[in-house]
């Protein structure tokens, strides 16, 4: 069992709509030793790779994708989900997202300074559902002409069809904790083996 199924076995709460909360350690109160931990993981699987930026979005996916770009040395990037009134005109890419647990869309934006055709482009984000955020982050690296090199994603709901859709798109996935599903009425949580 690792580290990150552990804490989610003792602090999880389930919600209704499989939604898995996970503040106390990630959401909103974050532990960073438990990032520290998913960072690592990240980079055991991803260090040879060739990244030169790791794009995520924001709340959530910044925590651990911070930790990780410090590990691997290059510039972390989280795409913004409201356009500030110092991004003008053409000089950012976006694309509107839908967010699973919000149930609102989102026009999301990131500077055209921070995104080039020649970045090796690593996604990280918290979880993975429908696929819609990093989908959305997928995007807005070709926009710039630059190359995905993988998605890295702390907690998979392997039962949503996220997953599939990324790698029907010739991306690959790597997940930390995947979860095969989740019994709202026995509040339990199954887990899935591999990554
Ligand atoms: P997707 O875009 O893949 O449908 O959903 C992923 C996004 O929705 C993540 O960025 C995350 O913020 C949010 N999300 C999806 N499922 C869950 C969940 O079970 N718990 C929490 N806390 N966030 C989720």
């Known amino acids: 069992m690792t580290y990150l199924e552990e804490r989610i076995r003792k602090d999880g709460v389930i919600c209704p ?9 990630l959401n909103q109160q974050i532990d960073p030793q438990v990032m520290k931990e998913v960072a690592g ?3 055991r ?5 060739g990244i030169s930026k790791i794009l995520t979005i924001e709340a ?16 972390m990037v989280f795409a913004k989900k409201a356009k500030p009134s110092t991004m003008e005109g053409q000089d950012h890419y976006s694309k509107d997202i839908y967010s699973y647990t919000k149930k609102t869309w989102s026009q999301v934006v990131v500077s055209k300074d921070y995104l080039k055709k020649e970045d090796s482009v690593l996604i990280i984000d918290d979880f993975l559902a429908n696929g819609e955020a990093s ?9 710039a002409g630059a190359q995905v090199a993988g998605i890295g994603i702390c907690v ?3 039962f949503q069809p996220g997953r599939q859709r990324l790698e029907e798109a010739g991306l690959e996935v790597y997940s930390i904790v995947r979860i095969a599903g989740i019994d709202w009425e026995k509040q339990e949580i199954y887990f899935k083996e591999g990554h």
């Open 60 to 75: 959530s996916g910044i925590a651990p994708a911070i930790m990780l770009a410090a590990e691997l040395n290059v510039p």
């Open 135 to 143: 989908m959305g982050l997928v995007d807005l690296v070709s926009q």
């Open 45 to 49: 699987h991803f260090k040879d790779r």
């Open 41 to 43: 993981d990240f980079y």
């Open 156 to 158: 998979e709901k392997s």
């Open 17 to 25: 709509g499989n939604v898995l909360k996970i503040d106390s350690f």
